[in-house]
């Protein structure tokens, strides 16, 4: 099965539309993409051109304006949208298990199977792939409860794994958005796979 028609029979894609894309074999195959390349890269041009602040996240209004200004630009969502590599859930499961952040790709196992019935290795697939379909709607989730412009909430966000990325925040699974999108994950794990039990079983029949 395809995780395109995953999506699909979960029924998931009323909360945040779904984008299926040519695998490019750079280790990015589920996003949450909130705002665009062309956005995102003149922001960091802004925000570059301000190393006067010693924590720059804490200034993040300043930022805004700053980036208003010189691009005159104003914010919508429309660039919402999780982003997927539009593999087989088989594909999907070895690009998670071949991951290179190893504490990473331990730590979802870890979470996938505390979160279901026992599995067997079909059950397991399947099961690793509706957790990264949940993990990324819950980003999309957090965002919009986090009240943040796109803007905001990209400042916001690259603060936390800059620091993520300088050590100072310990692990990725660590980072707010992210640790809440384990968390929401994890609890619509099982009840998620259930459906997908039913659907085999049919298929069986
Ligand atoms: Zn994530």
Same mark, same amino acid.
């Given at each position: 099965m395809k995780?395109?028609? &995953?999506? $699909? &029979? &979960? $029924? &998931?894609q009323e909360v945040t539309p779904f984008k299926f894309c040519d695998y490019k074999d750079d280790g990015e195959f589920a996003k949450f993409v909130y705002i665009s390349d062309v956005e995102y890269k003149d922001l960091i041009e802004v925000f570059d051109q301000r190393p006067d602040y010693i924590n720059k996240y804490d200034m993040l209004d300043e930022y805004i304006i700053d980036y208003m200004n010189l691009k005159g630009k104003s914010y919508t969502n429309d660039n919402i949208e999780i982003r997927f590599a539009d593999v087989t859930v088989d594909e999907l499961f070895i690009l998670m298990k071949n991951m290179s952040d190893r504490d990473r790709c331990k730590t979802i196992f870890k979470i996938v199977r505390n979160s279901c019935y026992p599995l067997n290795e079909d059950e397991l697939k399947y099961a690793v792939a509706i957790f990264t379909i949940l993990h990324e709607l819950g980003h999309s989730i957090y965002f919009s409860k986090s009240n943040k412009n796109v803007l905001e909430y990209s400042l916001w966000e690259s603060g936390y794994r800059r620091k993520f990325g300088n050590g100072v925040v310990g692990t990725y699974s660590e980072i707010p958005s992210e640790k809440w999108s384990d968390d929401y994950a994890s609890e619509k794990l099982d009840e998620n796979l259930d459906k997908v039990r039913e659907y085999l079983s049919i298929l069986v029949k």
């Open positions: 995780v395109k028609e &995953l999506v $699909n &029979l &979960l $029924n &998931l």
